[in-house]
């Protein structure tokens, strides 16, 4: 049966309903309004005075980001060859559908405060992520290596002279735009202790030091907004051999001998090594903590979705000059670029210091980074539509020619996104929300890291059922089947518009 958009509205609206009904959204902040002026004044007055302590916060970001992306980027390549065998796949499947925070919290056992526990945090998902990326660069290079070369050659020739070569401007665009989601990984893994920027504007947020949090929020914008004429691929070797020598300079605690063994063995459920009563245990973990921790994970990611949805759909026209004008354009442009360059844990944070402890902070920080991700990428393509000379400008051709023709893009990027907020929304746990992340962060630091596994695993069998329940709803949907979502996703600069296949993870 196909699928239209109708459909999936009335889906999406009869979840958000249900999930309602299990949110927590009371704001319980003492003074939101207080607080956010106090902030707003921060904005306005940041303070740069601490420039060294920023700036080496600043370069540390940058590294482990280098670091991180260039370490996914070489085992992801070498992985895509072989991806369509199943003992590839799979663990690929299992390492990217673990948000890198996850992972630092598991290594942190093992590598401790170090800048590998940094580094591997953000490589080991993203090899994942490439290798199924680069594979299906290379599967549609294949047509032409058998074109190029007789059937003689080696599979090996044909990949290294042939599909690889072609395939190098796809890899290099999207090896750039995973730069980007890597700087923003950098930035967050600074909320569990690395010394990245992260980790000072939460310490200034605590402290109420708006201003220096204004100012590390400013470096971090500074950063990420220009990324793509920093960057230069003929200096990349120059800024990863950099990256490690400024790594290899961090004080860092010492592990303990032996920590790598005691984490093995902590893996390993308490009844086999203790003996210890099968059923408390799996009572504890899976009734009291992995059920709780999946409805409020589910719940917070249909709400953001919902959200998000409700965003895009508002926001996408904002950068259409013929419905906001080009002032207007320019003007959402600028601030959809800023909520989709805003790391949605970051953004969570802030206003969580606003709005106090419940779900709602975390649904707009993902509604809002979401939103604008969807909108950017629609206002983009709606920008490449060929319109009648006569067309209607304004809300009239937003709603009458622009959103009827981009229907299916639109569902389709939504659905996309589905799986990508359910693993934000389960590190929104350790933000004192109670989805699956809270519970793993609790066991992992009661160092019942058996425990922890369990939830971890509950969280990759939830985000496989959401990516499996979304790519099914897709190809279902008219229009809509031949969507390669991911593939061709290097998020456009701005002289290039997305395909329609295009969508930023």
Not at 340 to 350: D, H, K, N, Q
Not at 415 to 432: N, Q, V
Not at 447 to 476: E, F, G, P, Q, Y
Request: with cysteine; glycine share 8%; proline share 6%.
């Amino acid at each position: 049966m196909s699928l239209t958009g109708r459909h999936i509205l009335l889906a999406l609206v009869a979840s958000a309903l249900i999930a309602l009904g299990f949110a927590n959204l009371t704001a319980g902040g003492p003074d939101p309004w207080l607080t956010l002026g106090r902030i707003g004044a921060g904005l306005i007055t940041p303070d740069f005075s601490d420039y060294t302590l920023l700036a080496n916060a600043a370069l540390l970001t940058v590294a482990f980001a280098f670091c991180g992306v260039a370490f996914g980027a070489t085992f992801g390549l070498l992985l895509a060859p072989f991806y369509r065998l199943r003992r590839v796949r799979l663990p690929c499947i299992t390492i990217r559908a673990l948000h890198e925070i996850f992972w630092a919290l598991l290594l942190l056992n093992v590598t401790g405060l170090s800048p590998l526990t940094g580094v591997l945090a953000i490589g080991l998902p993203y090899t994942g992520i490439f290798a199924k990326v680069f594979s299906e660069y290379l599967d549609e290079a294949e047509a032409q290596a058998e074109a190029a070369l007789p059937h003689a050659h080696s599979t090996l020739i044909r990949l290294l002279w042939v599909r690889l070569p072609a395939c190098l401007p796809q890899i290099g665009t999207y090896t750039l735009y995973r730069l980007e989601c890597g700087l923003r990984s950098s930035a967050v893994l600074g909320f569990i202790g690395l010394p990245t920027l992260g980790f000072h504007l939460e310490s200034f947020f605590k402290q109420a030091h708006y201003s220096q949090a204004a100012a590390a929020l400013f470096i971090f914008m500074a950063l990420i907004l220009p990324l793509r004429r920093w960057v230069r691929w003929r200096l990349v070797p120059v800024f990863i051999a950099v990256s490690i020598w400024l790594l290899s300079r961090v004080p860092y605690p010492p592990m303990g001998q032996g920590a790598a063994l005691q984490f093995l063995n902590d893996l390993i459920p308490a009844p086999l090594r203790t003996g210890a009563d099968w059923g408390k245990w799996l009572d504890k973990v899976l009734i009291d903590q992995a059920l709780p921790g999946a409805i409020d994970t589910l719940t917070l990611s249909q709400l953001a979705l919902a959200g998000a949805t409700l965003m895009a759909a508002i926001a996408f026209p904002m950068i259409v000059p013929r419905v906001a004008t080009r002032i207007g354009a320019a003007i959402g442009h600028g601030v959809l670029v800023i909520f989709r360059s805003t790391p949605e844990y970051m953004l969570a944070f802030v206003l969580l210091q606003i709005l106090g402890p419940s779900m709602l902070p975390a649904i707009l920080a993902l509604a809002l980074h979401n939103g604008a991700i969807i909108a950017h990428l629609l206002g983009r393509h709606a920008q490449d539509l060929t319109s009648r000379p006569d067309a209607p400008r304004g809300l009239t051709f937003w709603g009458w020619e622009l959103f009827p023709r981009l229907t299916a893009n639109f569902w389709a990027l939504c659905l996309y996104r589905w799986e990508i907020i359910l693993r934000e929304s389960a590190i929104m746990g350790l933000l004192g929300i109670g989805t699956l992340g809270f519970y793993v962060q609790t066991n992992l630091q009661q160092l019942r890291v058996d425990r922890a596994l369990i939830l971890l695993a509950v969280t990759v069998l939830l985000t496989l059922l959401i990516d499996t329940l979304s790519r099914t709803l897709r190809r279902h949907m008219q229009e809509g089947r031949d969507l390669r979502i991911e593939k061709t996703r290097a998020i456009d600069d701005a002289s290039a518009a997305p395909t329609p296949q295009g969508v930023c993870r």
